[in-house]
């Protein structure tokens, strides 16, 4: 079976600062640079408890990371320079940097404080290729910022992602679209979202350690140990991630979620039941950040690649895993037309308002029972513990894609 592609590849970058807060630190006190600087470090001295936030490339060259206890690092590199974060300057840093990508797209998808993916498909006349935007980004930031950073493009998140972290610090890595199966194929299988330590050692037993090997697999042998899980894997495997670049902007606040097939499905009882899960997580979600959506969005695209959002505001302010179902399910009756369909997903927006005011002796609406002990059970044992019975025995497999990054 020969796998579809979308018809006109993406261009998107990656866009991640080479040690960022150490970074800062060295730009604003010469006498640091070429020194290894360790960030993270407690007011008193460096040998109290707490952990690295990051290290400088000098100070990695000892073994010091981020996540380690500054004891450790302490051991390993005692001459380093300790300092405590000035998490203020970052921030302002990291305003400055982002208002560097908006020169670029307005499709910037903010990860971290040093981080972004950028949608630059279609800025490409007027701005050139993904490798020419990358090179004047990167420029771009270290006029601005003296700072530098490592740049990934490519066709998808995935591979842009994987991209930059190639050639730190101050990279640039241009992966072609066709290249990406021969890009991700020498590397392990860990690069991948959605495979942790378990995953992986699930993977070996198959005889499967880098990507290549997972993208190369039959596919009956991963789904019997897999189940379609595995089918997820390969697609990410083979350099295929559809996932959108969704922009932040300060009025564009949504919450949602995606699920791609694994094969494109016109079966109405797993588009139903896919519909109900996508529509429980969202609100479980909405719940659990304390807000409420008026407008529901249905992503739909079919086996053409055809993506449509459809979306529908309400008179009442909602966080019902029911409403939500209830409102995508007729959005889906309107632009279904009976071809298979490849990926489903849910966005709430437009929050808080169009919650009824309260009258004085009303009380305030509390989520349902169901919705209630749903978000309990799951707070306490994890997302997989409890689902409705409607989907026993269908619940379709979490795309590791779904996820964000990190
Ligand atoms: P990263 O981009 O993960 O790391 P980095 O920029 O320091 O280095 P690299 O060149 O490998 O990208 O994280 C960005 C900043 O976030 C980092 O400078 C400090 C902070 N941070 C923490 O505070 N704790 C952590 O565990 C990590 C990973 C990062
Ligand atoms: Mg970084």
């Keep these: 079976m020969t796998e579809k592609r979308p018809p006109n590849p993406r261009t998107i970058l990656h866009v ?75 921030a302002r840093e990291s305003e400055r940097i982002m208002e560097v990508f908006y020169r670029f797209t307005d499709l910037v998808e903010p990860i971290s404080i040093d981080e972004a993916f950028l949608d630059v498909t279609g800025s490409a006349r007027a701005m050139g290729t993904g490798e020419e935007i990358g090179r004047r980004l990167k420029r771009g930031i270290r006029d601005e910022t003296q700072l530098t950073a490592s740049v990934g493009v490519a066709s998808s998140k995935l591979v842009a992602k994987i991209a930059s972290d190639m ?5 640039l890595v241009v992966v072609a679209p066709g290249e990406e199966a021969a890009f991700l194929a020498p590397l392990p299988v860990r690069r991948l979202w959605g495979v942790g330590p378990k995953m992986e050692e699930a993977l070996a037993k198959l005889g499967v350690v880098t990507i290549g090997d997972l993208a190369a697999i039959a596919p009956a042998r991963l789904e019997r140990r897999l189940g379609t899980h595995g089918f997820d894997l390969q697609r990410l495997a083979r350099g295929e991630d559809e996932r959108d670049v969704v922009a932040e902007g300060a009025e564009a606040k949504s ?14 009882d797993r588009l139903r039941a896919t519909l109900l899960q996508i529509a429980d997580a969202v609100a479980g979600r909405l719940r659990a950040h304390g807000l409420r959506a008026r407008t529901v969005t249905l992503k739909y695209r079919d086996e053409d690649f055809h993506t449509t959002t459809h979306a529908r505001t309400l008179d009442e302010a909602t966080d019902s895993g029911n409403a939500l179902f209830r409102v995508a399910s007729e959005l889906f009756a309107e632009v279904h037309r009976g071809k298979k369909v490849r990926l489903l997903g849910i966005y709430a927006s437009h ?9 004085l002796f009303d009380e305030p609406k509390a989520p349902s029972p169901a919705d209630r002990v ?16 409607s989907l026993l025995g269908r619940r379709e497999r979490r795309n590791p894609s779904d996820k964000p990054p990190r």
């Excluded at 960022?20 to 006190?29: G, L, N, S, T």
């Excluded at 050639?167 to 990279?171: E, I, L, Q, S, V």
């Excluded at 749903?374 to 019975?389: C, K, L, Q």
């Design 255 to 268: 919450l949602g979620q995606e699920h791609t097939y694994s094969r494109d499905t016109a079966d109405p």
């Design 16 to 90: 991640d600062m080479d040690a960022f807060f150490a970074a800062v630190e060295q730009r604003d006190r010469p006498e640091l640079r070429g020194k290894p600087v360790i960030v993270g470090a407690d007011p008193k001295g460096g040998r109290g408890r707490g952990v690295v936030s990051t290290a400088s490339y000098e100070a990695r060259r000892f073994g010091v990371g981020s996540a380690m206890p500054i004891s450790d690092a302490w051991r390993r590199c005692p001459h380093g320079v300790y300092l405590h974060p000035d998490m203020e300057k970052y």
């Design 374 to 389: 749903r978000d309990e059970v799951r707070r306490r044992f994890g997302d997989e513990a409890i689902t409705r019975a």
């Design 351 to 359: 929050f808080g308002e169009g919650t009824p005011q309260l009258g």
């Design 167 to 171: 050639r730190k610090p101050d990279g």
